[in-house]
């Protein structure tokens, strides 16, 4: 009994050692391993640290070669001198106030002009409505200035100011005092620069735009447009009578105010009111105290 005894005895202890050395060989396995993972680790983040600085001062150098290329092949290259200088403007703008005031002379190298500065400060003037500018190598600068035209002046309580087809406010000018005037609308900060988006004023710049589209000349000319009343326009004609045009369908209205006028000259009779506001007749009043009468 004590022998079978003490060979088990025997056995556990050999086990017991097993197991002991499987688990130290274990941890030294773990350990080798997280020492190898953290040696992985610091490669990879060394790599990518290389990789980010190479690709950097290759972009540095990529770039100062550029600038350095621009420099020699263009920018200080007497073949891209200015020799010839195309600035046309279609208004009031002078060519050669635009030369002095951007420095465009002969000589100058034409990659030396800021060509995007140039267009940008033009297009912020009242005045100006589109810009082109672009080399034309190896010596020519090409420059073009298109203008707003006034085609009314607008009349506030405190001020009148010229306005272009689309609203744009101009700077006031000699030349406005013979344009259509309109009166009854309700602008604030009324200034050179602003665009008017007020339906009632661009009602009347549409009246103006579809006169001249649709040629009616002196037969429909206006002298004033008043856009107070919410329904329709009242205009007063050069010809002396007051129109009152409907705000919808415009073009047809005024076909009809031309053809009324047609019709009323053929009579030899002359009209104090013709409304056309209506939509399927043209009351006409005749002079100033003749009935009412319809066309």
């Known amino acids: 009994m004590s022998m079978w005894f003490r060979e088990n005895a025997e056995k556990s ?16 396995q ?37 600038d350095w290329v621009r420099e020699q092949l263009f920018a200080s290259n007497p073949l891209f001198a200015i020799r010839n200088l195309d600035i046309r403007t279609d208004g009031t703008l002078k060519p050669q106030e635009l030369r002095e005031q951007y420095n465009l002379q002969p000589g100058v190298n034409l990659f030396a002009v800021n060509l995007r500065k140039i267009h940008a400060d033009l297009l912020t003037l009242p005045v100006v409505r589109s810009v082109e500018i672009r080399r034309q190598l190896p010596d020519t600068l090409v420059l073009r200035v298109g203008e707003r035209v006034a ?23 000699a030349a406005v005092a013979r344009l259509p005037v309109i009166l009854g609308g309700l602008v604030h900060g009324l200034r050179p620069g602003l665009q008017i988006t007020d339906t009632k004023i661009q ?93």
């Open 151 to 173: 085609v009314a002046v607008l009349v506030t309580d405190k001020m009148s100011l010229p306005v272009d087809r689309e609203g744009h406010v101009l700077v006031p000018r």
């Open 30 to 66: 773990v350990n080798a391993r997280a020492q190898e993972q953290k040696q992985a680790r610091v490669k990879w983040i060394s790599a990518v640290a290389v990789l980010v600085v190479a690709v950097a001062g290759c972009g540095w150098v990529g770039v100062m070669g550029a």
């Open 203 to 295: 009602d009347a710049l549409n009246v103006l735009d579809l006169c001249e589209t649709l040629h009616m000349g002196p037969q429909v000319r206006i002298n004033a447009i008043n856009v107070a009343h919410p329904e329709h326009l009242d205009l007063r004609l050069a010809s002396g009578e007051q129109v009152l045009l409907a705000r919808t369908r415009m073009e047809d209205h005024l076909r009809k105010l031309a053809s009324t006028k047609k019709a009323l000259a053929e009579r030899r009779q002359t009209a104090s009111v013709i409304d056309c506001s209506l939509e399927h007749s043209v009351p006409v009043q005749l002079g100033s105290s003749s009935p009412e009468a319809g066309l």
């Open 13 to 28: 202890l050999r086990r017991s050692n097993r197991r002991k050395k499987t688990n130290g060989e274990q941890i030294l």
